[in-house]
């Protein structure tokens, strides 16, 4: 938690949503909480409270064997409403695109020689990762099915970027890298 605030020392913590395990509450707490300003009566406080704003939840799965039983969910901060609605209810998702940033970014992973220590580039490979991503990659899930009989396909390849009306077709690395791309403005 002290390596993410060194890199944005003003921000709140991240949202985040974990398994039950670990120490990721009191770490959070001692990170990014303050301490209270004395009332001017009794003793002063001592200790660290969350801010309002935090967002963090607990998915606690009970197993028997290899079988998920129950799975409770834990807002340990945050309005719980706004936390399921932000975070979800399930990990499943968070760490199934944290593997696929991992695995398309070297900088991401640990103990590595591509490891980032300067933060603008880590978040110039993050753009172009998500670029890539977003633009060129088609995703099994995104597919549709082919309406048109004589078509040699049974089903249309598309990417988030496709899927989103971003674009009409899957890029090449070289387009990605190419284009210039304008972002929509409503007023000059």
Do not use: C
């Not at 969350?50 to 807002?75: C, F, H, N």
Request: aromatic share 8%.
């Amino acid at each position: 938690m002290e390596a993410i605030k060194k890199h944005a020392p003003q921000e709140k913590p991240p949202a985040i949503a974990t398994d039950g395990k670990g120490a990721y509450r009191e770490a959070i707490l001692e990170t990014w909480g303050t301490v209270p300003e004395s009332s001017g009566q009794g003793r002063p406080p001592t200790a660290k409270k969350a801010g309002q704003d935090w967002r963090y939840l607990q998915v606690v799965k009970k197993r028997e064997g290899s079988k998920v039983i129950s799975v409770t969910i834990k807002v340990i901060y945050g309005d719980p409403d706004e936390v399921k609605d932000f975070l979800g209810e399930n990990t499943a998702y968070v760490e199934r695109t944290n593997l696929t940033s991992r695995q398309m970014n070297g900088r991401l992973v640990r103990k590595t020689l591509s490891f980032s220590k300067e933060l603008r580039y880590l978040k110039a490979a993050s753009a172009l990762e998500d670029a890539f991503y977003n633009f060129t990659r088609p995703l099994r899930t995104l597919r549709v099915k082919v309406e048109n009989p004589s078509s040699p396909t049974r089903w249309k390849q598309r990417s988030p970027a496709m899927a989103a009306g971003l674009t009409d077709h899957l890029w090449t690395a070289k387009e990605l890298l190419t284009v210039v791309l304008l972002p929509r403005s409503t007023h000059f």
